[in-house]
Structure formats: C-alpha cells, structure tokens
C-alpha cells in the first residue's frame, strides 16, 4: 500500500487508467479544450507524472483514440444470420450508442482539428472506415466488390458520420428516425447502384428475397409505394 493506503498501479495499469479519464473527458468536451493539467487531477497524479507513461497530450489523446478506434470497430461486428435490413439496424442502434456516449470528442475527431490532426489519428480513422466497409462487404457475401458496390458502401459509411454529426448538433431528429433513415439509405443508394450495376443488382434481388414483410427494407418499398398511390 502506498501513502494513505493507497495502491500503487503498474505501469500497465496507470496507462489504461490514464487512458479511460482521458477518454472520459473527451467524450463531454473537444479534445482541444482539454488539458494535460486536468487528466492528471482526474487520475489522481501529477502532471509531471502524466510524462512518465505518454510523452504528452498528443500521445495520450492518440492511445484514447486507438481504444476508442477498437471500440467503434466492434460496433459493426454483428452476425451473418437473419435478414440484412434487421442485421444494418442493430449495427446502427450500436453507432449511435457510440455517438451518444462520446459526442464531443466524435464530432472533434471527424471535423479536424489541432490536437486530432496528427498522421496516427488520420490512420485510425481510417483503419475503423476500412473496417467498417470489410463488415459490409461480409454482410453481402461478397469478397471483392465492383466499383460501383464499392461507390454504395463507401457513401453510406460517410452518410453514416455526417448524418451522426448533424444529429449531434442539437439532436432535432429523433435517434431512432435516423437509425432506421441510414438502413432505409442504404437500400436507396444501393438502388440506385443495381440500375447500372448487374453484380449489385444480383445482391439486391437476394437481399430483397430474404427481407421479411415487416423488415426495414420492407417498410422503405411500402412507404415509396405510398406516394406514388393516387391521392
């Protein structure tokens, strides 16, 4: 036991801790106004001591961001079972449960800015993108996909972030209006794709085979075919 029963963490130990304050703050305030001075009086230490386990804010924002990185990636794993619209929505429910909980320092992060602009930051945002899109991929049952697929899944994860940060941003719309809105975008874009697409098209007639009366891509079909229903 240390100074006033006190136990004394391992290197190991005090990183991780440093890491999750660290994470903790930048999840109610943008990184850049956090300081180094105020992790340290979350966690207990010094801010000199901080300098024994990150060599400074940057490092220590950069780990955060490695943890946060593995843990939205997770946010897309999700089954290969059941019909597509219903697997899309639980991924979306899990995005923005991440959103939610780390607001400020997500919105920080996508937007730019000095403390987020380093080259480690830029590749794990990256790194989570790429594994966003391999998970779609997975999904669809595809290994390699046409360019025009690829256009579709890579529009809709940049759909997905820029819809989040607009949702930030006051939060106007309803959570759950969005994360069902992303599937039903999903299911336009790749629409949109199959009509000069033949390998799109194909994926799109197996996904609509498997997609149950009462799923999200049903109620998107129901929805277009009510407007176009004489008035």
Same mark, same amino acid.
């Given at each position: #036991?240390?100074?006033? =029963?006190?136990?004394? #963490? ?9 890491? =999750? ?15 180094? +001075?105020?992790?340290?009086? !979350?966690?207990?230490?010094?801010? &000199? ?42 991924? #979306?429910?899990? @995005? @923005? ?14 937007? =730019?800015?000095? $403390?987020?602009?380093? $080259? ?11 594994? !966003? ?13 046409? &360019? ?11 759909? !997905?972030?820029?819809?989040? %940060?607009?949702?930030? +941003? ?6 759950? *209006?969005? *994360? ?5 975008? @999903? ?5 949109? =794709?199959?009509?000069? +697409?033949?390998?799109?098209?194909? %994926?799109?007639?197996?996904? $609509?085979? +498997? ?7 049903? *109620? ?5 075919? $009510?407007?176009?229903? &004489?008035?």
């Amino acid at each position: #036991m240390g100074i006033g =029963g006190r136990r004394r #963490m391992g290197v190991e130990e005090r990183r991780r801790q440093l890491i =999750g304050v660290a994470l903790d703050l930048f999840s109610r305030r943008p990184p850049d106004e956090v300081s180094l +001075d105020e992790i340290a009086t !979350a966690a207990g230490i010094s801010r &000199p001591l901080v300098y024994h386990y990150f060599p400074g804010k940057l490092g220590l924002y950069e780990a955060a961001l490695q943890r946060a990185a593995e843990d939205l990636t997770e946010r897309f794993d999700e089954p290969h079972e059941g019909p597509l619209g219903a697997r899309l929505l639980r991924v #979306m429910r899990r @995005f @923005f449960d991440f959103v939610d909980e780390h607001g400020p320092g997500f919105s920080a992060l996508l937007r =730019g800015g000095p $403390a987020v602009g380093s $080259a480690a930051a830029d590749a794990l945002i990256d790194s989570v993108r790429q594994a !966003a899109y391999g998970q779609i991929l997975a999904h669809l049952g595809v290994s390699e996909a046409s &360019p025009r697929l690829e256009l579709v899944v890579r529009s809709w994860i940049a759909l !997905a972030e820029s819809t989040a %940060l607009i949702w930030l +941003d006051g939060r106007r719309i309803p959570r759950a *209006e969005l *994360e069902l809105q992303l599937v039903h975008d @999903f299911a336009a874009l790749a629409a949109v =794709g199959a009509a000069r +697409d033949p390998e799109t098209a194909a %994926l799109l007639r197996a996904v $609509a085979r +498997d997609e149950p009366g009462d799923g999200p891509f049903a *109620e998107l079909a129901a929805r277009l075919a $009510a407007l176009g229903a &004489p008035r």
